[in-house]
């Protein structure tokens, strides 16, 4: 069993930065790839980014590459995203998932998620 909370959503300006945390409780943490998906108000979730198990390979979506950042310190049981130059189009409910799976992260589907977040919201305005 794996519980994720995610923080660190806010409003902020377009050009502006935010750090997204998922902070994950249970002993299994370290054998879980960490997933980061986004789900903008009448749109579908959609996969941004994600992070092996041992934090060793990193994927991401078209859209958010050189941007975003994410990480994991499994001695602190947490996974960051690192968002830096939002748009408009990055304003979305943002969850993290965890995974078993550790390759192929970037064609990962809603039900390859074991665990879930309860979402952290990102709004990017003016």
């Known amino acids: 069993q794996v519980n994720l909370v995610e923080s660190g959503g806010g409003l902020v300006q377009p050009g502006g930065s935010l750090r997204l945390s998922c902070a994950a409780s249970g002993r299994t943490f370290g054998d879980y790839a960490i997933a980061w998906f986004r789900q903008a108000p009448g749109d579908e979730h959609r996969w941004v980014a994600a992070?092996?198990?041992?934090?060793?390979?990193?994927r991401y979506t078209e859209s958010v590459k050189g941007r975003f950042t994410v990480s994991r310190d499994n001695t602190l049981n947490t996974v960051f995203l690192q968002m830096n130059n939002l748009k408009p189009e990055d304003t979305a409910i943002y969850y993290c998932?965890?995974?078993?799976?550790?390759?192929?992260?970037?064609?990962?589907?809603?039900?390859?998620?074991?665990?879930w977040g309860q979402g952290t919201q990102v709004t990017v305005s003016s």
């Open positions: 998932g965890a995974t078993t799976r550790q390759l192929g992260l970037q064609y990962l589907r809603l039900s390859d998620v074991s665990y």
């Open positions: 992070v092996t198990a041992r934090g060793d390979t990193t």
